[in-house]
């Protein structure tokens, strides 16, 4: 069962828009999001998180805002840089028991 | 290394092999993850231990998977009688746990490819 949906597989900006990734979970027990980056041949890389009591962490030009009525996380990214093309994959995870679920990631091409 | 070390980076298998992919967490991480990737996917859990005791497989596609965690450090995904869907990345992640939920680390993965 898909608990952690990333709907858009791909997503194009231009460099120094907005890049906003949208990711929707299912199971009511998750308390701690994360967003991952991955490059081709490397293992996904940890980018920001958001605990369930807060909605919103900002990081430089990362920012995670977390809805938890509408259980619905967003990633945005001002500005958007060439260097930030890579698969974003949004993951999940439940203090009940450690576990983590992953989304089907987002594959971010921001062009010069 | 200071980060997650995963060996082989790649394997090749004939059909039928038994296959083991090795991880090497974070000194001190409790919590260790398996998750397989398959091409143009997100890494599907597999499973989770904290310290040597496995506490969710529920991953595990088939009983042909086996992971084990013997110390508590190292940890050890097996694979017997291997199939052709066997095919993928094959990820390792550790995290701290008991300071309260925190990023897990990542291993840059171990691709199997079963012809």
């Known amino acids: 069962d898909q608990q952690v949906k990333q709907n858009s597989p791909s997503l194009s900006v231009q460099e120094g828009r907005i890049s906003i990734l949208n990711c929707d979970y299912t199971?009511?027990?998750?308390?701690?999001f994360l967003w991952y980056k991955k490059y081709p041949a490397e293992g996904p890389t940890f980018l920001i998180s958001?605990?369930?009591?807060?909605d919103k962490n900002e990081d430089g030009r990362f920012t995670v805002f977390l809805n938890k009525s509408a259980k619905h996380l967003s990633l945005h990214i001002v500005p958007s840089q060439p260097g930030d093309s890579a698969v974003y994959f949004c993951?999940?995870?439940?203090?009940?028991?450690?576990?983590?679920?992953f989304g089907a990631g987002t594959r971010l091409t921001v062009k010069p | 290394g200071a980060g997650v070390s995963q060996s082989p980076r790649y394997k090749v298998a004939k059909r039928g092999q038994d296959v083991a992919l090795r991880c090497d967490p974070i000194s001190g991480h409790v919590s260790l993850f398996w998750y397989q990737q398959a091409l143009g996917q997100g890494p599907e859990f597999l499973t989770y231990?904290?310290?040597?005791?496995?506490?969710?497989k529920s991953g595990l596609p088939s009983d042909r998977f086996f992971a084990e965690r013997p110390e508590g450090s190292v940890s050890t995904l097996k694979i017997q009688r291997t199939q052709q869907e066997d095919s993928a990345v094959y990820l390792c992640?550790?995290?701290?746990?008991?300071?309260?939920?925190?990023?897990?680390?990542f291993g840059q993965g171990t691709r199997l490819t079963v012809v």
């Open positions: 231990f904290q310290n040597e005791a496995q506490l969710d």
């Open positions: 993951a999940a995870r439940s203090s009940n028991n450690n576990d983590m679920r």
């Open positions: 992640a550790s995290s701290l746990v008991g300071q309260g939920l925190t990023e897990a680390f």
């Open positions: 958001i605990s369930s009591i807060k």
């Open positions: 199971n009511s027990m998750f308390d701690y």
